[in-house]
């Protein structure tokens, strides 16, 4: 792949989850940018103000309803896409949804859902535009993880399972097309806590009271606190860069070098930081 920045001037970004939150900060940094816009998600109106932020910007924006847990709409994406724009450079895998508890309040059904859309989706995107990305003369797959796959915190095991499964997929991936020479990039992102509206729409598992819930809520609620626009600059300015990982925030900055320093007792010191 070329040295020096990776120029997103009239470049054509495919972005899963696009109506708020990082997907929507990835897009408003996109644009700035002057790079045209595939914007996708499952909330057709939250979506249509997005997309309307960009009139008048000089750069081509279309806009999808797509549920990323349908492998049929995934499979007839890429044609959709296709007839609005010339190719594609650019696919971010943004969109993910969340489900605290313990391993026993998570249902197999709870799990199946979350994994459908935060690991199944990312996986059944990035076969569908392939072929779409190898035939771009420079392209990269931007792949949202989390903070909760850098550290698996108790509570957590269905989310922390899900975006673990994302790191490894992308890491491996990258590596495969490292070997075979593609001109195809991989970034595997980790945010933190970013403040986006996962924990108000976060699925209530089965097993869990009431006044559990809403203590779980409120307590993810307070560690959301980055602006998400702020999260998408940063974002895209690893995919100028191209960086294959990039920590966002300092929490999860902080998260990543605890657990490197400490691999299997740094919820031990984590634990105790966070009851502090």
């Not at 000089?58 to 847990?69: A, E, F």
């Not at 035939?135 to 931007?142: G, K, L, P, T, W």
Request: hydrophobic letters at 45%; proline letters at 3%.
């Amino acid at each position: 792949m070329g040295r020096g920045m990776f120029i997103l001037k009239d470049r054509v970004a495919v972005i899963t989850g696009a109506a708020g939150g990082i997907g929507r900060g990835i897009a408003l940094a996109l644009a700035k940018r002057g790079c045209h816009l595939a914007l996708s998600d499952i909330d057709e109106a939250a979506l249509a103000k997005t997309a309307a932020e960009f009139a008048g910007k000089g750069i081509r924006v279309t806009q999808y309803r797509l549920d990323v847990s349908k492998a049929e709409e995934i499979a007839a994406f890429p044609a959709r896409v296709l007839a609005d724009h010339k190719g594609v450079d650019l696919l971010f895998n943004n969109a993910g949804v969340a489900i605290g508890g313990t391993f026993e309040q998570v249902s197999e059904a709870d799990f199946d859902w979350l994994l459908s859309i935060n690991l199944f989706g990312v996986i059944r995107m990035t076969r569908a535009f392939m072929p779409l990305l190898r035939a771009s003369s420079e392209a990269r797959i931007v792949n949202l993880s989390s903070l909760f796959g850098l550290i698996a915190p108790p509570g957590q095991t269905a989310y922390a399972a899900s975006k673990f499964g994302v790191r490894g997929f992308s890491n491996a991936l990258r590596h495969e097309l490292e070997l075979e020479g593609a001109k195809i990039g991989v970034t595997v992102v980790h945010p933190g806590g970013i403040a986006t509206s996962i924990a108000r729409n976060a699925r209530v598992p089965t097993g869990m009271n009431s006044g559990d819930v809403e203590k779980q809520r409120k307590d993810f609620e307070a560690f959301l606190k980055m602006p998400p626009e702020k999260a998408g600059e940063i974002i895209v300015r690893a995919v100028e860069t191209r960086k294959a990982r990039v920590l966002v925030g300092n929490d999860a900055k902080a998260a990543g070098l605890i657990e490197r320093l400490f691999p299997v007792n740094y919820w031990k010191l984590l634990g105790r930081a966070m009851k502090s």
